[in-house]
């Protein structure tokens, strides 16, 4: 979904994919302590569009445009300085530009959100490759610790109001803020120790000569990916572009593979993935894909330009590509969410 995103700046598609976002969070969020982190990637996604639109009203934009809203004092800069303007006229165009930017990135950061809402930390540990568990564990106790954050925020801005003590402003942020922090060093520690005493962290002898090809092939693999993408994204490699992006990722996945020997580890109740699964990672890839190619085939219609200003156009089977976002929504029971 958030690759979908950056495909287009057509607002009414961008709006579309945050609505099918919302609408799976809504029907599928657990009562889980990472569940709770969708409205605060909302919130921040509305911030970073009114960012943008005060940058353009203060800084300008290089869209030229014809209707002026108002006229602000500029101020001069030295001639080091030539390009930057502060102040000055704010236009229609230049605002709207800014408008369809903000929320490319605001619909990219609401869809990290819900699979941030949506996701077990532990199940996606469960499903990452031997060689990547230790740097999957550090991962999932970052994404573990930001709603436990926000959680903690949540209950100590509630105490306060409780005993009628202020909870908003810079002095109850000073005083909210110290008890989060004593409480995450907290927990930072009694993590540490149980993982300790479950045994993370140590891994089994291998052959110097396995632990070279290992690094070699993943490294060699990462390369051979960067570059293949980079083939297809320009016109000239296109002939080395795929053949090599294979090569990568035959590569690395050998790498991976081979990187997986050094990690002790048992799996407890793994974690099956069926059909289900298969539906609702292919909705994504397919959402992703056909919203590619509709970028490809008619970039007019998925990037609606500003100069002259005219209303935004709905294109059709874009559209409809991405109400394939609302599959998860019907074929995972909420049990199972």
Same mark, same amino acid.
């Given at each position: 979904?958030?690759?979908?995103?950056?495909?287009?700046?057509?607002?009414?598609?961008?709006?579309?994919?945050?609505?099918?976002?919302?609408?799976?969070?809504?029907?599928?969020?657990?009562?889980?302590?990472?569940?709770?982190?969708?409205?605060?990637?909302?919130?921040?996604?509305?911030?970073?569009?009114?960012?943008?639109?005060?940058?353009?009203?203060?800084?300008?934009?290089?869209?030229?445009?014809?209707?002026?809203?108002?006229?602000?004092?500029?101020?001069?800069?030295?001639?080091?300085?030539?390009?930057?303007?502060?102040?000055?006229?704010?236009?229609?165009?230049?605002?709207?530009?800014?408008?369809?930017?903000?929320?490319?990135?605001?619909?990219?950061?609401?869809?990290?959100?819900?699979?941030?809402?949506?996701?077990?930390?532990?199940?996606?540990?469960?499903?990452?490759?031997?060689?990547?568990?230790?740097?999957?564990?550090?991962?999932?106790?970052?994404?573990?610790? =930001? *709603?436990? !954050?926000? %959680?903690?925020?949540?209950?100590?801005? $509630?105490?306060? /109001? @409780?005993? #009628? +003590?202020?909870?908003?402003?810079?002095?109850?942020?000073?005083?909210?803020?110290?008890?989060?922090?004593?409480?995450?060093?907290?927990?930072?520690?009694?993590?540490?120790?149980?993982?300790?005493?479950?045994?993370?962290?140590?891994?089994?002898?291998?052959?110097?000569?396995?632990?070279?090809?290992?690094?070699?092939?993943?490294?060699?693999?990462?390369?051979?990916?960067?570059?293949?993408?980079?083939?297809?994204?320009?016109?000239?490699?296109?002939?080395?572009? =795929? *053949?090599? !992006?294979? %090569?990568?990722?035959?590569?690395?996945? $050998?790498?991976? /593979? @081979?990187? #997986? +020997?050094?990690?002790?580890?048992?799996?407890?109740?793994?974690?099956?993935?069926?059909?289900?699964?298969?539906?609702?990672?292919?909705?994504?890839?397919?959402?992703?894909?056909?919203?590619?190619?509709?970028?490809?085939?008619?970039?007019?219609?998925?990037?609606?330009?500003?100069?002259?200003?005219?209303?935004?156009?709905?294109?059709?089977?874009?559209?409809?590509?991405?109400?394939?976002?609302?599959?998860?929504?019907?074929?995972?029971?909420?049990?199972?969410?």
């Amino acid at each position: 979904m958030g690759t979908a995103a950056t495909r287009t700046t057509n607002p009414l598609l961008l709006a579309l994919l945050i609505a099918a976002s919302a609408y799976v969070v809504a029907t599928h969020r657990s009562p889980a302590p990472w569940a709770r982190s969708y409205s605060a990637f909302a919130k921040l996604a509305f911030a970073v569009l009114l960012i943008r639109l005060a940058f353009a009203v203060a800084l300008g934009s290089p869209i030229p445009g014809t209707h002026v809203l108002l006229t602000l004092p500029e101020i001069p800069l030295p001639h080091w300085a030539q390009g930057i303007r502060l102040g000055g006229e704010v236009t229609a165009e230049a605002l709207v530009f800014a408008a369809y930017d903000g929320l490319k990135l605001a619909t990219l950061l609401i869809c990290v959100g819900a699979a941030n809402a949506l996701a077990s930390p532990s199940r996606l540990l469960k499903s990452l490759p031997g060689a990547l568990y230790e740097t999957g564990v550090a991962v999932v106790v970052a994404l573990t610790f =930001a *709603p436990h !954050l926000i %959680a903690d925020v949540q209950r100590l801005r $509630a105490a306060r /109001r @409780l005993r #009628g +003590r202020p909870d908003r402003g810079v002095r109850g942020l000073l005083q909210v803020g110290l008890p989060v922090l004593e409480g995450a060093l907290e927990r930072s520690v009694a993590l540490a120790a149980a993982m300790e005493a479950r045994g993370y962290g140590r891994t089994a002898d291998v052959p110097a000569r396995v632990r070279r090809t290992t690094a070699a092939l993943t490294l060699g693999g990462l390369l051979g990916v960067c570059a293949g993408t980079y083939g297809l994204l320009t016109a000239e490699g296109g002939g080395y572009g =795929a *053949p090599l !992006l294979l %090569a990568g990722i035959v590569a690395a996945l $050998a790498g991976l /593979r @081979l990187g #997986g +020997r050094r990690s002790l580890r048992t799996r407890y109740r793994p974690d099956p993935w069926g059909a289900r699964a298969w539906l609702v990672t292919g909705s994504g890839v397919a959402v992703a894909a056909l919203l590619t190619l509709a970028s490809a085939r008619a970039p007019e219609a998925l990037h609606p330009g500003v100069v002259p200003l005219t209303a935004p156009a709905l294109p059709l089977w874009p559209a409809a590509s991405v109400l394939l976002a609302l599959l998860p929504a019907f074929v995972v029971p909420r049990e199972h969410s």
